[in-house]
């Protein structure tokens, strides 16, 4: 029964990114100028106060424990209070695994099965000035939440700790970095605890028509794991654009890393298809 679900949501996936990447191409969409050059801004800053809702597909090859499947809804939603931004960022994995691969949301799994469900869930509050200089910053908390429905898809633990985030926005695009870390403080006795670094460094490359290159490089450390485990590097990058179909602004991204520093239950290259809604306030 495992084997049909694994390969229906591989099957799933693979189509909807096709169609989604159909829209992409630019064939049933309008000119991107009409999203505008602050759009393309906001999209670019993580803490911005656009509302929007990414659909992120990734695709795992090359882990000691078999390929992966992950999908990360990741909805943002920022409110305005005086003189400070509170942007909420949730990250939902819903994943088909072969084995239990380690990710940026689950870096201890266990178990040697194939496994769907849901992965455990990340949400994170950053707090950040209205008016800014020409850094924009912001930082706050996150929350680590075992609703993992496999041991190969979580942690099996309660973690918390700080995340927090800088840009800049030259008139070429935009360069920042993202860091977060993460301590378990409650969860099952029998899995190792999480004490985890995530840096994330990226950049955004204008190009005309609402086009884009991108690097978005998710560096992780898992300081439980032993020496030559704890860190995984990628290197890559993809490219974007942003449009509109019909009066619907939609973001899309696809990008490819190879990680040069991994442990075994890492992947070796990871490709990503991101479909995101924007909704300009």
């Not at 939440?145 to 918390?160: C, F, H, N, V, Y």
Request: with cysteine.
């Amino acid at each position: 029964m495992m084997d049909v679900i694994t390969k229906f949501w591989r099957s799933a996936t693979t189509v909807t990114f096709f169609n989604f990447a159909l829209c992409f191409a630019g064939g049933l969409a309008h000119a991107a100028e009409e999203t505008g050059g602050d759009l393309r801004a906001a999209v670019q800053n993580p803490i911005s106060s656009l509302v929007s809702l990414p659909f992120k597909f990734n695709f795992d090859y090359g882990a000691q424990n078999g390929d992966g499947t992950i999908l990360n809804i990741q909805p943002v939603y920022p409110i305005t209070k005086g003189d400070w931004n509170y942007v909420s960022r949730l990250i939902l994995p819903v994943a088909s695994v072969d084995g239990a691969i380690s990710t940026p949301e689950n870096p201890n799994p266990s178990g040697l099965d194939s496994a769907s469900g849901l992965g455990d869930t990340n949400y994170s509050l950053f707090l950040s000035p209205v008016k800014y200089g020409d850094v924009i910053w912001g930082v706050g908390p996150s929350l680590m939440m075992p609703t993992a429905t496999e041991d190969q898809l979580g942690s099996g633990k309660w973690s918390a700790g700080v995340t927090g985030v800088a840009l800049t926005q030259p008139s070429w695009g935009t360069m920042g970095i993202l860091g977060r870390h993460l301590w378990s403080f409650a969860g099952d006795d029998d899995r190792s605890d999480v004490n985890q670094t995530l840096i994330e460094p990226f950049a955004n490359y204008n190009l005309d028509n609402g086009w884009f290159l991108i690097t978005d490089l998710i560096i992780t450390s898992n300081w439980e794991a032993s020496s030559g485990q704890q860190w995984t590097v990628p290197l890559g990058g993809g490219a974007g654009r942003i449009y509109k179909i019909g009066n619907q602004a939609v973001n899309n991204r696809i990008e490819f890393y190879y990680n040069v520093e991994k442990p075994d239950s890492a992947p070796d290259w990871t490709w990503a298809f991101t479909f995101q809604f924007l909704f300009p306030k």
